[in-house]
């Protein structure tokens, strides 16, 4: 069995969904300046950050075959990049044109572990990363290797800071 690590930052994203026909941005606001994030407990997405350094741990039958602490950025790795997807809040949110969104959230550090269970051996150049630009930002949101999906995905997110937000949308 192989299992891939990633670790890095991330985001947690929130949203609140109302029908724009009874939105008032400033009432929501002013309604809710302190008190936003406690609009919704469950969060809708989690990713890491994929322009920024990442760690890699990388073990192939419980024998660890690359482990990198220090983090650095994914296109030092030798993995293969896959162009990122772009999308804006309201769609990456799945917001409806009849509704208005809310988003927030707060960043930390996310890991995942992939883990493939038919795979023998590991060469770096089959692994295959998927990215999202979300606005301004790059995002992980999944990986390859040698072009099968993950039998099983492990996430792990753990706050590190306040919240971000809100944007209305």
């Given at each position: 069995?192989?299992?891939?690590?990633?670790?890095?930052?991330?985001?947690?994203?929130?949203?609140?969904?109302?029908?724009?026909?009874?939105?008032?941005?400033?009432?929501?606001?002013?309604?809710?300046?302190?008190?936003?994030?406690?609009?919704?407990?469950?969060?809708?997405?989690?990713?890491?950050?994929?322009?920024?350094?990442?760690?890699?741990?990388?073990?192939?039958?419980?024998?660890?075959?690359?482990?990198?602490?220090?983090?650095?950025?994914?296109?030092?790795?030798?993995?293969?990049?896959?162009?990122?997807?772009?999308?804006?809040?309201?769609?990456?949110?799945?917001?409806?044109?009849?509704?208005?969104?809310?988003?927030?959230?707060?960043?930390?550090?996310?890991?995942?572990?992939?883990?493939?269970?038919e795979v023998d051996q590991f060469s770096i150049d089959k692994l295959k990363v998927s990215?999202?630009?979300?606005?301004?930002?790059?995002?992980i949101t999944g990986i390859t290797y040698d072009d099968q999906d993950p039998d099983d995905?492990?996430?792990?997110?753990?706050?590190?800071?306040?919240?971000?937000?809100?944007?209305?949308?």
């Amino acid at each position: 069995m192989l299992s891939i690590e990633i670790l890095g930052y991330a985001t947690e994203f929130y949203s609140h969904k109302q029908n724009k026909d009874n939105f008032d941005e400033a009432e929501f606001l002013e309604k809710h300046k302190e008190n936003f994030n406690e609009l919704n407990e469950d969060n809708f997405d989690v990713m890491s950050y994929g322009d920024k350094d990442i760690s890699l741990f990388v073990t192939l039958n419980n024998e660890t075959v690359l482990e990198e602490f220090d983090g650095k950025p994914l296109n030092e790795y030798g993995c293969e990049i896959l162009e990122p997807m772009e999308i804006n809040y309201r769609d990456f949110s799945e917001t409806g044109i009849d509704e208005k969104v809310v988003i927030w959230g707060h960043n930390g550090m996310f890991s995942c572990t992939y883990n493939f269970n038919e795979v023998d051996q590991f060469s770096i150049d089959k692994l295959k990363v998927s990215l999202l630009k979300l606005e301004e930002d790059i995002f992980i949101t999944g990986i390859t290797y040698d072009d099968q999906d993950p039998d099983d995905e492990e996430p792990d997110f753990a706050p590190k800071h306040g919240y971000w937000g809100p944007y209305i949308y």
